[in-house]
């Protein structure tokens, strides 16, 4: 399993999530943050605008989708056809283990699920 974490532009983020639906990924964390990338930030006229609002979209998937999961954020986030400054990035990263609370159940990223005894 992987978790995917798409910074993207707050006004593209209805259509991430969209897309992710309607591509079978309904399971997303979605969270307001702020920052800035190599362009350290945005400066009009005299005022340096340096914490620029994203939003943070998180989502596990199993290794699998990965490719087809970072392609269809990649479609809907970018502006235009090439893109442009300030789009956003992609994270991944390995996920070991996934605990759902309400069942107790444990899945790991071998595929394996199983009770936990608490």
Known sequence: ???IKSI????????????LMEAGFPAVTKMSVVGR?????IKIGEITYDEIPKELLLTVVNDADRDFVIRTVVRAARTGDKGAYG?????VS???????ISSGMKET???????VKI
């Open 94 to 100: 390995a996920v070991e283990e996934v605990y759902t």
């Open 1 to 3: 399993m992987i978790m």
């Open 87 to 91: 789009d956003g990035k992609i994270f």
């Open 37 to 41: 990338g190599k362009q350290r930030g």
């Open 8 to 19: 993207v532009r707050p006004e593209k983020v209805d259509n991430v999530l969209a897309a």
């Open 109 to 115: 990223s071998s595929g394996t699920i199983e009770e």
